[in-house]
């Protein structure tokens, strides 16, 4: 037998999972979880639905952004202020399942299922997002890095729930990009997830290759310094990862062709893909090799002014 | 109405409330054959729980033809452009055209595409899909549907 609760107040959620412990599980969109449970691979005694806590359902801008945990997905998705400044997270939005799972999945609902597959992890990554967790005994805030333990796990303790997600201001000359490698062109899981951030001295500027130049010439030309890398990929590894090492090929280097491919291999090196129904660990690997270098450009390409 | 908390609002649908106008095509929400709105927005309800739709308003394929039972405009283009084949994802792409046309009257061939891209069809290829929302946006006069 199954029950359905509808708190209405964090503290009556802290209340319902003291009492329930794991009798009980959280559902915030249930994109994920209520067809779990619908096919008997989860079987809790009670559901606790977040859907009517506005305390979890927000986005405020502050010097950075703060999204709550049960924000949907479409909701993120139709942002300026994330479209504009987290280009990658516009980009995961915009391919993440279809517009019927993007209206219901929330965010919060996305990072506590903990695939190594979530769309939203490797662009949150790279933006530097952080986790804001509550519980009865108090907050925490948790590094999106240090947040998930291994496929479906996250660091959460029995009675702790994601409040929201704080994402830092970008500093200037900064973009990012995300890529889904899918399959399909809707409708698919990822089979690699491919997120850079990158920030810059100085915008790119006019980059206009011509006979004698190609663009990657104009590049090397310009001189343009990276000041920070930051690269993630999912279904890499088995919880979406940075890539430390491969980061620290292009931090603090002039930026060049090579310097973005030496760093794309980095990456593949550092990657621990596996052979899948979606695709074998040796394709995964090349396809991050050429990814990487993909995104790097078009976060550069973005920061043409 | 009493229901099983395990209930979608698919099995809702169809089995409490008679209206087998939904179709289930997947379960799993991979397919759109079972897109309903609920407060306006497109949701597969085979993984929609039931429990959720206390207090908001679903509105299904039944509810979209006029106060004098005509069929809407995206049917009636559906029908005249020969988007229907087996006709078993048709309910669930009007719905998703719906909903698209709701946020966006006057849709580019691509935002259509992008707007559908939830809803999968193994007869038609979507060409004709894409005409007739199309012409229902026209119909409609980029007033919504």
Redesign the interface.
């Known amino acids: 037998m199954?029950?359905?609760l509808?708190p209405t107040t964090l503290e009556e959620v802290f209340t319902h999972l003291d009492r329930l412990g794991s009798d009980a599980l959280l559902?915030a969109g249930?994109?994920d979880l209520?067809?779990k449970?619908?096919k008997g691979k989860l079987t809790p005694s009670f559901?606790i639905?977040l859907?009517r806590i506005p305390e979890l359902n927000f986005l405020r801008e502050d010097k950075g952004l703060f999204i709550g945990a049960t924000t949907t997905h479409?909701t993120i998705e139709k942002y300026p202020y994330v479209r504009k400044h987290y280009p990658a997270l516009a980009d995961a939005e915009d391919v993440l399942?279809?517009?019927?799972?993007r209206?219901?999945g929330t965010i919060g609902g996305n990072l506590c299922n903990a695939a190594p597959s979530a769309d939203t992890a490797p662009p949150l990554l790279v933006l530097g997002a952080k986790i804001h967790a509550v519980s009865k005994q108090g907050e925490r805030t948790i590094p999106l890095e240090d947040f998930f333990q291994a496929p479906g796990k996250t660091v959460l303790t029995p009675g702790e729930i994601v409040n929201f997600i704080e994402i830092p201001a970008p500093k200037p000359y900064t973009s990012s990009a995300y890529f889904k490698h899918q399959r399909r062109?809707?409708?698919d899981l990822p089979l690699l997830g491919v997120a850079v951030q990158i920030t810059l001295d100085r915008d790119l500027g006019d980059i206009t290759p011509s006979l004698s130049a190609t663009w990657w010439d104009c590049l090397k030309e310009r001189k343009v310094k990276c000041l920070s890398a930051r690269i993630a990929l999912g279904v890499a590894a088995p919880t979406p990862m940075r890539a430390f090492n491969a980061e620290g090929v292009l931090q603090g280097e002039i930026v060049t062709e090579e310097v973005i491919e030496e760093a794309a291999r980095t990456a593949q090196k550092e990657a621990s893909p596996r052979d899948s129904l979606r695709g074998e660990a040796w394709y995964r690997r090349e396809m991050i090799g050429l990814l990487v270098k993909r995104m790097i450009v078009t976060s550069l390409l973005r920061l043409r002014r | 109405m009493e229901i099983?908390?395990?209930t979608?609002l698919l099995d809702l649908l169809r089995q409490n409330l008679g209206l087998t106008g939904t179709k289930e095509g997947c379960?799993?929400?991979?397919?759109?054959a079972c897109?309903v709105l609920v407060d306006g927005?497109?949701?597969?309800s085979c993984?929609?729980?039931a429990?959720?739709v206390?207090g908001r308003e679903v509105l299904t394929i039944e509810g979209i033809k006029d106060k004098d039972g005509n069929p809407h405009p995206l049917q009636r283009a559906f029908v005249e452009e020969g988007a229907i084949q087996c006709g078993f994802c048709t309910p669930g792409l009007i719905m998703?055209a719906y909903?698209?046309l709701l946020e966006n009257p006057k849709p580019t061939d691509e935002e259509i595409k992008?707007?559908i891209?939830?809803?999968?069809c193994r007869c038609t290829g979507y060409v004709q899909v894409v005409e007739a929302i199309k012409k229902a946006s026209s119909y409609l006069e980029g007033g919504g549907p």
Not at chain 1, 97 to 101: A, E, K, N, R
Not at chain 2, 27 to 32: A, E, M, N, R, S
Not at chain 2, 117 to 120: H, I, Q
Request: glycine share 12%; proline share 4%.
């Open positions: 199954l029950d359905y509808k559902l249930g994109t209520f067809l449970v619908k559901l639905s859907q479409r399942g279809s517009v019927q799972i209206n219901v062109q809707a409708l | 099983e908390p395990k979608t379960g799993t929400g991979d397919c759109g897109t927005k497109a949701v597969n993984l929609y729980p429990c959720e206390e998703a909903a698209l992008r707007g891209a939830g809803n999968l």
